[in-house]
């Protein structure tokens, strides 16, 4: 249903919108998609890039401490999965 609204259509014409999406979205889901399009970041936010995060400040993650390994024991060695818990707890340097 192509809308009579001016907005969305030099949305259309300029690309924020598809084809798609003009064709079947109802107007007010239209002027929503073309909003968050227009939306600008406020000055002094900036976003992460992907994949990367911040140091982390645990010391495990530092490469100091030590290293808790668990090992399921008994009748559930052999099961997949990872362990409960109460599981038995090696210690590794």
């Known amino acids: 249903?192509?809308?009579?609204?001016?907005t969305i259509q030099k949305a259309f014409k300029d690309g924020k919108i598809t084809k798609g999406q003009y064709d079947k979205l109802s107007d007010g889901l239209l002027l929503g998609i073309i909003a968050k399009k227009n939306k600008v970041p406020r000055k002094g936010t900036k976003r992460k890039p992907s994949?990367?995060?911040?140091?982390?400040?645990r010391a495990s993650a530092r490469g100091k401490g030590t290293k808790e390994v668990r090992h399921k024991t008994g009748k559930q060695a052999h099961k997949r999965g990872r362990p409960k818990g109460?599981?038995?707890?090696?210690?590794?340097?």
């Open 1 to 6: 249903m192509p809308s009579k609204n001016p």
């Open 51 to 57: 994949g990367v995060s911040a140091p982390s400040t």
């Open 86 to 93: 109460g599981s038995k707890v090696v210690v590794e340097k």
